[in-house]
T-cell receptor, first 113, second 116 residues
Framework: QKEVEQNSGPLSVPEGAIASLNCTYSDRGSQSFFWYRQYSGKSPELIMSIYSNGDKEDGRFTAQLNKASQYVSLLIRDSQPSDSATYLC?????????????FGKGTLLTVNP | GAVVSQHPSRVICKSGTSVKIECRSL??????MFWYRQFPKQSLMLMAT?????????EQGVEKDKFLINHASLTLSTLTVTSAHPEDSSFYIC????????????FGPGTRLTVL
């Protein structure tokens, strides 16, 4: 069974700090990786996607992928209270249904003013 | 990013009635859409894959006769919760992958169903 595991959290950081969110996956053939943010009572919104080993930066967000270790992470620099949400790691598995994603259970992040 | 809409955003109904939820991709065509359910403080649970022009594919444990899915066109999928009961009360979210090199999946805003 293809699995995606996230650090359980909840994670609490002070405003201005770096928040680090981690995710591991079991399907070694996975090629596409996504981070979604979900505010309470809302649907997930895409934050970052990453497909190649290394780092990908977008504003205050940096996604890191290491396929050899089957590990993907999301760093949030200069964390703001508005970043407080649940962050979902999603992996598009190899083979199987088109586009189907496997989601982790999410990590709840709280940024304290 | 791409836009996916859902209607209605919120519905309250009596036990035993059927409820239809629409999911539309507004600026791209989607041959595949996904339907998820999320209970409070729990993770997303994939219910089924909606396929344009063919039958939906249901995840294990999801009753296909209870959750009817119709992918009527390349921009519209509907989920009908038949004979709804209080235990069906949940947050129902659809998503659609935007065709292209990244196949990024975008979510609709969700429909909160409350069955009395």
């Amino acid at each position: 069974q293809k699995e995606v595991e996230q650090n359980s959290g909840p994670l609490s950081v002070p405003e201005g700090a770096i928040a680090s969110l981690n995710c591991t996956y079991s399907d070694r053939g996975s090629q596409s990786f996504f981070w979604y943010r979900q505010y309470s009572g809302k649907s997930p919104e895409l934050i970052m996607s990453i497909y190649s080993n290394g780092d990908k930066e977008d504003g205050r967000f940096t996604a890191q992928l290491n396929k050899a270790s089957q590990y993907v992470s999301l760093l949030i620099r200069d964390s703001q209270p508005s970043d407080s949400a649940t962050y979902l790691c999603a992996v598009r598995n190899s083979g199987g249904s088109n586009y189907k994603l496997t989601f982790g259970k999410g990590t709840l992040l709280t940024v304290n003013p | 990013g791409a836009v996916v809409s859902q209607h209605p955003s919120r519905v309250i109904c009596k036990s035993g009635t059927s409820v239809k939820i629409e999911c539309r991709s507004l600026d791209f065509q989607a041959t595949t859409m996904f339907w998820y359910r999320q209970f409070p403080k729990q993770s997303l649970m994939l219910m089924a894959t909606s396929n344009e022009g063919s039958k939906a594919t249901y995840e294990q444990g999801v009753e296909k006769d209870k959750f009817l899915i119709n992918h009527a066109s390349l921009t519209l999928s509907t989920l009908t919760v038949t004979s709804a009961h209080p235990e069906d009360s949940s947050f129902y979210i659809c998503s659609a992958p935007q065709p292209g090199p990244t196949d990024t999946q975008y979510f609709g805003p969700g429909t909160r169903l409350t069955v009395l």
